[in-house]
């Protein structure tokens, strides 16, 4: 018997090796048939034991001879894009390569022709939506679907992106930004505390304009609740509830991998405490948002209209609620059904509305957060910073500040252009997937050549690659320990010649069908800045499927970082290498303090290379920089 048992288990792992065997012969084939220069390597990094397992078993293969491995070896670990950047371009010789492997073929991308034939080709080259389900944990949404379902959720979800709501960003970003500048530096905006993790204080700000945005819901800061403002509708909105509001919200979002990868029995049975909160937290988030949409389905019902941004309300008159629309049909309504006339199930709405708070919470949080570290260690571009603020708002008060007049100068000046800049070099989606269908290869011009991308193949727009691409970018000289001037925080950059900008011919051409649905109009730069070719800058993506939220998100930071910088500095805090008191002690500019910086502008580097690793977004996960915010004039390190 137990030979039975070990002969079934031989014939099954043979008969797997022969499978696997059999999809690389394969997946190979294809590759040398596509005229893409290739990469082969015997594992496949999204393999899921692979993912989980790969860092007992790389030591043991760095100790095979690297002529076996040196060719492969690098793209192992799901952080190599991060990590190598466009160097595994420049060792493969091509902006476009296939990296073949048994699980699957993967075109890795950094050519902007390339990027601009696959993101405005949208039905030859379609999103992979088996890797979106994750996103879908309260319904179907406009970012995991695809085809026509995602037409129709696009249609739907995108009338709420328009200039009047951009207002109404505005002005809750400079509300949310000046309280967390409060909380950093007191009342009189002199308190010089260091901020141990600005990244957690940039991740509330997002979360409280994305709430007061979608949801209606003001949140506030610790002061503000101290201070006994009044936040009423808070209050009525938590009653029955098990969680607070922005409890139930936060906790899903730090525990929302488990939430992603257990099946949901699992995770409500588990004697695990992460597992009891992030299945809590989904389900109390779960009834908050069905609550906030039965008011508003009540409120457009009984023809109500509320001013101010609501995604919330233009989902649900979106789907087709009206006041006129039949009274009966609550519940989960079938679209297209002849009782009712909701375009979107009310599962669809939920789904929306947390994909809205999954795509820009994050993504805006770290721009303005790595925004700040850049500049902490850049004193010569804050100063050319605080001169354009200067020069746009004239020390007027922030209640004095123009959605029309000064949105367009600052998008045009230093503030615009750090936001720039900060994007190119940490885009939030450091990889943009997008695959070929089953049987259906792609003809595509890379470099002037006629390629074919297999059938079958998962694609991946590598934007923090093509965005240090030499090939685009005005490249200043090498710093002296040859590492390319495009790794370097210059927003300076953006300045450069505009005169000289690549044309814009190709920027205004939709999407191959011609259809725009607005939203997303208006480009990923200012016209009076550099103008990248197209396809070579992309963190909102580009083509139909660009991000929805782009200009939501732009006016986001340009509002925070006009807010902060007005009137403060930011700077490295040092506490680590030295007491408040001893930097006193060390002249202004003299070697000493400047020593002191270095050892914090190090580590500070270091972290921002090597601390990163992307989950939903790339982030700085092992470790914080800390900073401190201190009034303009009182700087302690004015130098980089
Ligand atoms: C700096 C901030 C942001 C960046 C860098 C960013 C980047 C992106 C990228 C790269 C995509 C394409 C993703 C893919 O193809 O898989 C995307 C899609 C999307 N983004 Fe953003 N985003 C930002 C902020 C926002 C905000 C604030 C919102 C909404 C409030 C938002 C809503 C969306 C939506 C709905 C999509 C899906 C569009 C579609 O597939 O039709 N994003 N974003
Ligand atoms: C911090 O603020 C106090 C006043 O509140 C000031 O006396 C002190 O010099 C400041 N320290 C630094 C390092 O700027
Ligand atoms: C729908 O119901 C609400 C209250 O239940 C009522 O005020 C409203 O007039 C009704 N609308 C229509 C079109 O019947
Ligand atoms: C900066 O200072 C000016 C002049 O004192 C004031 O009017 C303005 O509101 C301050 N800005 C911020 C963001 O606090």
């Not at 890797?131 to 696009?154: A, C, L, P």
């Not at 300076?492 to 005169?499: A, G, H, I, K, V």
Request: hydrophobic residues 40%.
């Amino acid at each position: 018997m137990p030979s039975l048992i070990a002969l079934a288990l031989c014939v099954l792992v043979a008969a797997y090796f022969v499978n696997y065997y059999r999809c690389f012969a394969s997946n190979l084939g294809a590759a040398k048939q596509s005229g893409i220069p290739y990469v082969i390597s015997p594992i496949y990094t999204f393999n899921r034991f692979w993912l989980i397992t790969h860092r007992l078993w790389l030591p043991l293969l760095h100790r095979l001879p690297s002529a076996w491995t040196s060719s492969w070896v690098g793209y192992l670990t799901p952080e190599w894009p991060w990590r190598r950047l466009h160097e595994p371009f420049e060792t493969v010789g091509s902006d476009a390569f296939i990296l073949v492997s048994p699980g699957h073929n993967t075109l890795f991308v950094a050519d902007a022709e390339a990027i601009t034939q696959i993101t405005t080709r949208r039905n030859d080259f379609p999103k992979p939506i088996e890797m979106y389900t994750s996103v879908d944990i309260y319904g179907k949404n406009v970012v995991s679907s695809e085809g026509s379902n995602w037409r129709h959720h696009r249609k739907i979800t995108s009338p709420p992106f328009t200039e009047k709501n951009n207002h109404v960003v505005w002005m809750e970003s400079l509300h949310q930004a000046q309280a967390m500048l409060t909380a950093w530096v007191g009342k009189d905006g002199n308190k010089n505390r260091t901020i141990a993790d600005v990244g957690a204080d940039t991740m509330r700000l997002s979360l409280h304009v994305i709430s007061r945005a979608g949801f209606g819901v003001r949140l506030l800061w610790p002061h503000e609740e101290a201070g006994g403002e009044a936040n009423s509708n808070i209050a009525e909105l938590q009653k029955g509830h098990a969680m607070p509001y922005k409890d139930a919200l936060s906790l899903l979002l730090d525990n929302i991998l488990w939430v992603f990868l257990m099946p949901r029995w699992m995770l409500a049975n588990s004697p695990l405490k992460v597992h009891k909160v992030a299945y809590q937290s989904f389900l109390e988030w779960g009834k908050y948002m069905n609550e906030m949409y039965q008011a508003k389905r009540d409120e457009v019902k009984s023809g109500e209209t509320r001013e101010g941004m609501d995604l919330m309300g233009a989902l649900v008159r979106g789907a087709g609620i009206t006041p006129e629309s039949s009274n009966a049909s609550d519940g989960d309504a079938e679209k297209g059904s002849t009782s009712s006339k909701q375009l979107l199930s009310d599962s669809e709405i939920l789904g929306n509305a947390f994909v809205f708070i999954l795509a820009g919470h994050e993504t805006t949080a770290n721009t303005l957060h790595f925004s700040f570290l850049y500049l902490a260690l850049n004193w010569a571009t804050q100063e050319h910073l605080h001169k354009d603020i200067d020069e746009i708002f004239r020390g007027r008060p922030v209640s004095d500040w123009d959605y029309e007049r000064d949105v367009p100068k600052l998008f045009g000046s230093m503030v615009g252009a750090v936001m720039n800049e900060e994007l190119r070099l940490i885009p939030p989606v450091i990889g943009i997937p997008k695959s070929t269908g089953k049987g259906q290869p792609q003809p595509m011009t890379v470099n002037g050549r006629r390629v074919v991308v297999p059938g079958d193949c998962y694609i991946t727009l590598n934007t923090a690659a093509v965005h240090r691409n030499p090939k685009y970018w005005p490249a200043g000289p090498q710093r002296s320990n040859g590492i390319p001037d495009l790794e370097d925080f210059k927003p300076e950059r953006w300045f450069l010649d505009p005169s000289k900008s690549h044309t814009v011919a190709a920027d205004e051409a939709t999407d191959s069908e011609g259809e725009d649905f607005g939203g997303s109009k208006g480009r990923d730069t200012s016209e009076t800045l550099f103008r990248p070719p197209k396809g070579a800058y992309i963190p909102f993506s580009d083509g139909g499927r660009a991000c929805l939220g782009r200009r939501f998100a732009q006016v986001e930071v340009l509002a925070v970082l006009a807010v902060i910088f007005q009137n403060h500095t930011v700077e490295l805090a040092v506490d680590e290498f030295a007491t408040d008191e001893e930097v006193e002690t060390m002249p202004p500019g003299g070697p000493e303090r400047r020593e002191v910086w270095q050892k914090a502008a190090d580590r500070a580097r270091y972290l921002m290379k090597y601390g990163m690793s992307t989950m939903i977004t790339l982030q700085m996960r092992e470790g914080h920089v800390p900073v401190r915010f201190v009034k303009r004039g009182s700087e302690r390190f004015a130098f980089s």
